[in-house]
């Protein structure tokens, strides 16, 4: 069975860091895609950034709204992949999922951890 | 970017009944390979998005069969053929042609 699990999220403050873990069992993680997806309280979905496979190069890409703050990394040797999340804003408050990614459609999600920005 | 646009913005169906959700991109998401890059997810309050089509037309595995995708280019529909109570839920379009991802803003479906 497929299981992604996030950890990591906590309420802080405006300006400092935080990162999340998600851990990853059931698949060859290795192989695949990863990608982290937000969902602010009673809103929408938000892609957030990916990273690819080690196959294709483990590059990374990010939506403009977090892009030079937030660092999606991964290990390969512990399945797992993580979202670095620094000089955070209040308008990064969302529970943040992260995602097998085939493709770039999302085949798998985590149950989500929830991060809340003080000001 | 491409700017995905949901109708309606919610639905209220009788059981038994169909409901028709449609996305429309602001830019083509078929690509050269004849595939639409183009997804549909569930979303049931309390939980995490569930994967219902990829590729605008493909069933995920174990998704009911009342659920279906259609279109092409820019235009795109999910239809739930009975709707069942289990489907009381939020429906999001996504493509995946482009960086970045993008999302429609959702549809919210109910039992009238």
């Known amino acids: 069975e497929v299981q992604l699990v996030e950890s990591g999220g906590d309420l802080v403050q405006s300006g400092r860091s935080l990162r999340l873990s998600c851990a990853t069992s059931?698949?060859?993680?290795?192989?695949?895609?990863m990608s982290w997806v937000r969902q602010a309280p009673g809103k929408g979905l938000e892609w957030v950034g990916f990273i690819k496979s080690k196959t294709y190069g483990g590059t990374t890409e990010y939506a403009a709204s977090v892009k030079g703050r937030f660092t999606v990394s991964r290990d390969d040797s512990k399945s797992i992949a993580y979202l670095q999340m620094n000089s955070l804003k209040t308008e990064d408050t969302a529970v943040y999922y992260c995602?097998?990614?085939?493709?770039?459609?999302?085949?798998?999600w985590g149950q989500g951890t929830l991060v809340t920005v003080s000001s | 970017d491409i700017v995905m646009t949901q109708s309606p913005d919610s639905l209220a169906v009788s059981l038994g009944e169909r409901a028709t959700i449609n996305c429309k991109s602001s830019q083509s998401v078929l690509h050269s390979n004849n595939k639409n890059y183009l997804a549909w997810y569930q979303q049931k309050p309390g939980q995490s998005p569930k994967l219902l089509i990829y590729?605008?037309?493909t069933r995920e595995s174990g998704v009911p069969d009342r659920f279906s995708g259609s279109g092409s280019g820019t235009d795109f529909t999910l239809t739930i053929s009975s709707l069942q109570t289990e489907d009381v839920a939020i429906y999001y379009c996504?493509?995946?042609?482009?960086?970045?991802?993008?999302f429609g803003q959702g549809t919210r479906v109910e039992i009238k």
């Open positions: 996504h493509q995946y042609s482009s960086i970045p991802r993008t």
């Open positions: 995602t097998r990614d085939i493709d770039g459609y999302y085949v798998s």
């Open positions: 590729w605008a037309s």
């Open positions: 059931g698949f060859t993680f290795g192989d695949y895609a």
